[in-house]
């Protein structure tokens, strides 16, 4: 029996982004896995800004499954060749100025923005 060949079309995004926030939600027939880079910038006239990109991809349930075996397949084969993967100092010292803001919020006792 002879096989058909199926022509195929590869769109191939050459804009690889990195991501630094992930949101995923979910609804009954897909998972939502939003990639997102935030950073800092500087307008022309020197006005700090933030930019954010997205990259949004769909999978169906049994695809997010499949992906979250094979992502921490790779996780464990990276840390068995480079070691153990730990949260980056910058990472420890903003958690540590947030939960010192949320405690000041809970508290009441952060200084009113009025008072200069």
């Known amino acids: 029996m002879e096989q058909k060949q199926i022509p195929a079309i590869q ?3 050459n804009a690889p982004m990195m991501s630094n926030q ?3 939600a979910h609804q009954p027939d897909r998972f939502i896995l ?4 935030v950073y800092p910038q500087y307008t022309p006239d020197n006005k700090e800004t933030i ?6 991809v769909l999978m169906d ?3 997010a499954k499949k992906f979250t075996t094979v992502l921490n397949d790779n996780i464990a084969r990276y840390e068995k060749k ?7 100092a910058y990472v420890k010292k903003a958690e540590k100025e947030l939960k010192k803001l949320q405690k000041q919020a809970a508290t009441g006792t952060e200084a009113p923005s009025y008072m200069g």
Do not use: A, L, R, W
């Not at 930019?51 to 949004?56: A, F, G, L, M, N």
């Not at 480079?82 to 980056?88: A, D, L, R, S």
């Open 82 to 88: 480079f070691g153990e993967i730990k949260k980056p």
């Open 51 to 56: 930019v954010i990109s997205h990259k949004v």
């Open 34 to 37: 939003d990639f997102k880079g």
């Open 22 to 24: 992930q949101t995923v």
């Open 61 to 63: 349930p049994y695809s």
């Open 11 to 13: 769109n191939i995004d």
